[in-house]
């Protein structure tokens, strides 16, 4: 009887574990949400509006650096942002315009705008463009906790990311916040394998508003294509108001006139 | 009509020079036709073997399906369409599942994008027919379930080699990336122009690396053992498949027949239309090489133009041949007359000389076109990669002459040698003895 009892218990607790094993992914970590949120909240700009302009630098082993330059418009608050290629000659008047979930690239050769994925790489650099709007982390990831780690002189939380759908470009991603700010200093991006395909280093930081900052110098490196990295500067950050209509499709179609 | 025949012949080569200018005329032009219509006719027979034995079937089922408001590329519920195929077109019917991603490749940092098509092979053996192994084997590829077999000019960009591993990596049609990696378990060259660029994996691996369901597949080939009365066949099989619960039809032009048999897995789009739903398009191979034909028909009609260029200048030659044989032999046709021949039989006379002379050398033509095409196939190698890629067969120009051809050649010249000789020919006819013995030019 003993017997049986125990091995009942015995299978009761290892059908317990792996029920709870097989939630866990599914549950966010209280102590990695509030890392995020907290994060979120330092990096949303609800109720500024901000105009930058990004310099995107490529380097690719045996190529010669391509250069891109990006004039910024975002206004958190609507959900939206406006980008206008300004260099080189050959990506002037191209943009993009993001409202919501919905991201359209504007082509001036063809006069027309495409429908793209939120995701979508700048100018096929390894910078995407949902770099540039606010971070929606929590509505697209489950998150955890991993512990600490050291990256270059800040001591780090790890928190662990896995996509809740796979529509997501990297379903697993490992972001590194920095414990003095909360602000995330180097993110890792996986594929569904979890290979390791991207790392962002988020060098520099501005403060925008009380408590509220952009990034201003980040490096991006491909893991995949040796030695293929892009250097982004963020500069001529400014909080000034915005026109309504910069946020359009039309002043995009105006602004390759 | 054997002493006409006679005479004409004694009289083709009477004036030389004159009557080798001519007759050259005729020769490039037969030539020219007798190669224009191989190459078409050689194009065709090799691109639709090549692209049977590669990247289509007699019947090739395509699609997409929705799930939950998604639009996937592909077929859902291939094992069923395999079903509903074999019961409508017989049992003896090949039914062959692929599954194709197009992603990029790395090794060593170098990447490249490159289309991976994914076969059951333990069904498949068409691909094994037509590749020469360089390095391993094809049984080495069946053995290994993340084997790759990849064309030589791929494993000499990354420098690879047998058994070495490479990463793909691939946007998957939910979005998200993944990776995985591959063996190499096999180099090869191919004269087939459709798989010159293709690396083969198996099925299951790329659908896998595509996340995509068990029973979903890129395209169905469908290979019949007569592929006579095709249209018919594929009309039967869309009706069955819509009685199956599937949303089959027949692709609305030659483009949407092309894009089938090329569809790969991209990223899903939204759907519109709020029904979780199986949409197929059932093509036929003469369907897929709609635009080939397209495209041949043009160089037919541009190579038609030059001969008919060639012609109006042949005919004016004949005119001209014509008028000065006939003024040379007035005496003659006084002769001809007095002794009692008629109009007409002198008319006959001069037309038969110049159809007798037409039929030389058109003849000449066409022996000097086979002897080309005999070259050109036997002896005359070409890079698979090249330019004339698609043309070539076993990496020989593929040019196939047809005797229907030839004796449309022969029929076009000598009717139109008769028409235009005819009217000088008459005049000729129609002068009085009297007068052609007495008139001096």
Redesign the interface.
């Known amino acids: 009887m003993r017997r049986t009892i125990f091995a009942v218990a015995v299978i009761l607790l290892i059908l317990a574990a792996a029920v709870d094993l097989a939630a866990q992914p599914k549950q966010n970590d209280p102590r990695a949400v509030k890392i995020v949120q907290a994060y979120e909240d330092r990096l949303n700009l609800r109720g500024l509006d901000i105009t930058t302009t990004f310099t995107l630098v490529q380097k690719k082993?045996g190529e010669t650096d391509r250069v891109l330059r990006v004039r910024v418009y975002r206004r958190d608050a609507a959900d939206t942002f406006t980008l206008m290629f300004e260099y080189p000659d050959s990506e002037k008047g191209k943009g993009y315009y993001r409202s919501g979930d919905d991201l359209y690239l504007y082509l001036p050769s063809t006069r027309e705008f495409v429908y793209r994925?939120r995701k979508d790489d700048v100018g096929s650099t390894d910078v995407r463009t949902d770099l540039f709007g606010q971070p929606k982390t929590l509505d697209q990831y489950r998150v955890s906790y991993l512990g600490a780690a050291t990256v270059s002189k800040w001591e780090c939380d790890v928190v662990r990311l896995d996509?809740k759908?796979?529509?997501?470009?990297?379903?697993v991603q490992k972001w590194f916040f920095r414990r003095s700010d909360g602000l995330p200093v180097k993110t890792e991006n996986y594929?569904?394998?979890e290979?390791l395909?991207r790392t962002f280093y988020y060098i520099d930081y501005a403060s925008v508003a009380r408590d509220k900052y952009i990034f201003t110098k980040l490096l991006a490196v491909n893991h995949?294509?040796?030695?293929q990295k892009t250097f982004l500067t963020n500069e001529k950050v400014s909080t000034a108001a915005i026109p309504n209509y910069t946020f359009s499709k039309a002043f995009l179609e105006e602004q390759s006139r | 009509m054997a002493l006409y025949l006679n005479l004409a012949l004694k009289n083709v080569f009477r004036q030389k020079k004159r009557s080798f200018t001519l007759g050259i005329n005729y020769a490039i032009v037969t030539f020219i036709l007798v190669l224009l219509f191989s190459f078409s006719q050689g194009a065709r027979v090799n691109i639709t073997s090549n692209l049977v034995r590669a990247s289509a079937g007699h019947i090739t089922v395509a699609g997409q399906y929705v799930v939950v408001g998604r639009v996937f590329q592909g077929v859902l519920r291939y094992p069923e369409v395999e079903r509903t195929a074999r019961q409508t077109l017989g049992q003896d019917i090949s039914v062959l599942p692929r599954y194709i991603v197009r992603s990029?490749l790395?090794y060593?940092?170098?990447?490249k994008r490159v289309t991976f098509v994914g076969i059951d092979s333990s069904l498949e053996t068409g691909f094994r027919d037509q590749i020469r192994f360089l390095k391993g084997s094809w049984q080495e590829f069946v053995d290994g379930e993340n084997a790759v077999v990849m064309p030589a000019e791929i494993a000499n960009y990354f420098e690879l080699d047998y058994d070495d591993e490479v990463?793909v990596?691939t946007?998957?049609r939910?979005?998200?990336?993944?990776?995985?990696t591959l063996k190499v378990k096999g180099i090869y060259e191919t004269g087939n122009f459709f798989i010159q660029s293709q690396l083969l994996s198996h099925f299951a691996f790329l659908q896998g690396l595509d996340?995509a369901d068990r029973d979903a597949a890129s395209a169905l080939y469908i290979y019949l053992p007569n592929p006579a009365g095709l249209e018919a066949k594929r009309d039967q099989l869309v009706k069955a498949l819509n009685l199956t619960g599937f949303e089959a039809k027949k692709p609305k032009d030659e483009n949407s027949a092309l894009a089938a048999v090329t569809a790969a897995s991209p990223?899903?789009e939204v759907d519109k239309r709020g029904i979780d739903r199986i949409e197929l398009t059932v093509a036929t191979i003469n369907e897929v090489l709609g635009i080939v034909r397209t495209v041949l028909n043009a160089v037919n009609a541009v190579g038609t133009l030059i001969a008919a260029v060639m012609l109006f200048i042949i005919a004016v030659s004949i005119f001209i041949n014509m008028r000065m044989s006939i003024n040379e032999r007035l005496r003659e046709i006084g002769t001809m007359r007095t002794i009692g021949v008629e109009a007409r039989g002198v008319t006959g006379l001069f037309v038969l000389e110049n159809i007798l002379l037409a039929l030389i050398f058109t003849l000449a033509g066409v022996v000097l076109a086979l002897l080309v095409v005999l070259l050109l196939r036997t002896a005359v190698p070409l890079p698979a990669g090249g330019n004339l890629g698609l043309f070539l067969n076993r990496g020989r120009l593929s040019l196939v002459p047809r005797a229907l051809d030839i004796l449309l050649i022969f029929a076009v010249i000598t009717g139109f040698t008769a028409l235009f000789s005819f009217f000088p020919a008459r005049r000729g006819g129609r002068i009085r003895p009297v007068e052609a013995l007495t008139k001096v030019f």
Not at chain 2, 108 to 111: A, D, P, T
Not at chain 2, 174 to 180: E, I, L, P, V, Y
């Open positions: 082993e994925n996509g759908a796979l529509d997501v470009s990297f379903p594929s569904v394998s290979t395909m995949l294509e040796k030695g | 990029a790395y060593k940092g170098l990447s990463l990596s946007r998957t939910f979005g998200a990336f993944n990776t995985a996340l990223r899903y």
